[in-house]
């Protein structure tokens, strides 16, 4: 298993995932799923190489995304330097088996690599297993942040309040 960054040639699974991804929030019943993203910006985020793919004999098993900066959803808490992890993704067929854990192990030596202090993550508020789940890979609720002007994120970031999670690096 290695985790590498993603290329324009793997947009279509990326998005598989994505898709695979939004019907199992729905499958959940807590009335919160991604919306949909646009294509150009993932594109960007390839070119930018922050799109990140986790590949097991040759098949993109999970995908994330990361960046340095999030102050739409940390508000002043942008300002400590944050590695911030976005839209994990994992197949079907490889659910269960811990990609976070790996995402997470990866991240914190990314982070230090780059003079993070934080590794960080946001989910819709209410999804009790999921913030269980995040707690248990190392993270720290901080609470729930509402985005009175969510213009410029997903579409799925202007329903309601964000469960927030940190870790320190």
Known sequence: MEIINSTITDIDDIFYLYEEGTNYQRQQGTGRYWKGF???????????KRQWKLVEDDVTVCVFVTTFHDPLIWGDKDQEPSLYLHRIATHPAYRGRGFVKLIVDWARQYGLEHGRQYLRLD??????????YYVSCGFTYTGVVSIPNPEGLPAHYKDGGFATFELLL
């Open 38 to 48: 646009e294509r150009s910006v993932v594109e960007q985020e390839i070119a930018e």
């Open 123 to 132: 989910t819709g508020a209410g999804n009790e297993k999921l913030n269980n």
